[in-house]
C-alpha cells in the first residue's frame, strides 16, 4: 500500500473536503483524487461514492463545480473523486488531444503497446483505488455507489455491469451510452483497444447489459434535451434504453428540458441523484 500524502484539507458544511496523492501502481504514476468526508464520518464508518469526471477534467474540476458537499453532508456520505487518467508518464503524443490520452482514459484497461504500461483506469478505480481508500478512511466497503458525467458517466455504467455486486447504486450525468458508436468513443477504443472491433464490446455499458448477470440493478440517468453533444450523436442514450428494454434491465433515464452539457446542469441535479443513492446504500 502506497503512503497517503494530504495535498489540501478545507472545513466544508461540516465536513472536510481533501485532495490527496499517492503512487499508483496500476497506473506507474503519481495519482491526485478528491475525497469528501460528511461530518457523519467522525463518528463512523459512511457509505462512498465514487464519482467519474470527464474528457478534460482533473481532481478538481468535480469538487469546484459539482456543488455536492451539501448534500453529501446531509446524507453522511463519503465522495471519492479520482482523475480522469494517469498523468506524467511521458508517452509520445498523450497530451496531444483533449478527447485522447491524457485527461481521457474512459476508465477502461489499454491492451495496445504504447498506453497497457500505464492507461489502466478500470483497475486503478475498481481495486487499487478502494483497497486504498478503504485503508485510509472510515468508508464502509460493502456500501458502494458510482455515478459520473459524460466520459464518467459512461465509466460508472460500465464499470457496474463489469463489476456485479460490487456497486449497490448507480447513477449518470449526460453519459457517452455507446462509446463504440460515437466518434469519441471510437477514438479512444481504436487507440487503446486496437482495430478488433470485437474487444470494445467489452468496454461499451450498450453491449454489456445484454451480458448483465449480477444482483438486480437499475441505473437513474439525467440527460439535457440542450446538451449540445447528445445532438452530435456522441451520447446515444437511446440506444442504451433500446438495450436496457430488450434485455428488462432498469433504466430509468430522464430528459431534462432546456440542459445543456456542463457543470451547471450537474450541479442543478447532484443532490437528487446523491439523495437516491443514499436511499439506496442506506436500505
Ligand atoms: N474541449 C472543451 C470541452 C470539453 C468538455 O466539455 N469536457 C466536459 C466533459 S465532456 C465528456 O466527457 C467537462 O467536464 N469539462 C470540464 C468543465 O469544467 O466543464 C474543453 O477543453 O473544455
Not at 485527461?103 to 483497475?123: R, S, V
Not at 482495430?195 to 439535457?224: C, H, N, R, S
Request: proline share 6%.
Amino acid at each position: 500500500m502506497s503512503t497517503i500524502n494530504v495535498i489540501s484539507t478545507s472545513k466544508c458544511f461540516g465536513g472536510d473536503q481533501l485532495v490527496i496523492s499517492h503512487d499508483s501502481t496500476s497506473l506507474g504514476c503519481k495519482m491526485k483524487f478528491s475525497i469528501f468526508l460528511p461530518p457523519k464520518s467522525k463518528d463512523g464508518k459512511c457509505p462512498v461514492l465514487y464519482f467519474l469526471s470527464g474528457l478534460t477534467c482533473d481532481e478538481q474540476v468535480f469538487i469546484n463545480k459539482g456543488g455536492a458537499q451539501k448534500a453529501a453532508a446531509t446524507y453522511g456520505i463519503i465522495i471519492v473523486g479520482p482523475d480522469t487518467s494517469p498523468r506524467g508518464c511521458n508517452i509520445e503524443g498523450e497530451t496531444d488531444d483533449w478527447d485522447f490520452g491524457v485527461g481521457a482514459g474512459f476508465y477502461l484497461d489499454a491492451t495496445q503497446e504504447k498506453w497497457k504500461k500505464n492507461y489502466n483506469m478500470h483497475t486503478y478505480v475498481t481495486q487499487e483505488l478502494p483497497c486504498f481508500v478503504n485503508a485510509n478512511f472510515p468508508a464502509i466497503p460493502d456500501r458502494v455507489a458510482i455515478s459520473g458525467y459524460s466520459m464518467g458517466g459512461h465509466g460508472a455504467l460500465m464499470l457496474a455491469l463489469r463489476n456485479p455486486g460490487m456497486y449497490r447504486s448507480v447513477s449518470a450525468f449526460a453519459p457517452i451510452c455507446n462509446p463504440m458508436n460515437c466518434p469519441w468513443g471510437k477514438k479512444a477504443f481504436s487507440g487503446y483497444l486496437g482495430p478488433d472491433i470485437e474487444t470494445w464490446k467489452e468496454w461499451d455499458a450498450t453491449e454489456l447489459v445484454a451480458k448483465y448477470k449480477g444482483p438486480p440493478l437499475m441505473f437513474l440517468i439525467d440527460q439535457g434535451k440542450e446538451d449540445q453533444y447528445y445532438k452530435e450523436k456522441q451520447l446515444l442514450p437511446e440506444n442504451l434504453t433500446n438495450a436496457c428494454l430488450a434485455n428488462k434491465f432498469q433504466c430509468i433515464t430522464r430528459y431534462q428540458e432546456g440542459y445543456d452539457h456542463s457543470f451547471y446542469f450537474v450541479k442543478t441535479f447532484i443532490e437528487e441523484h446523491i439523495k437516491h443513492h443514499s436511499e439506496i446504500l442506506n436500505s
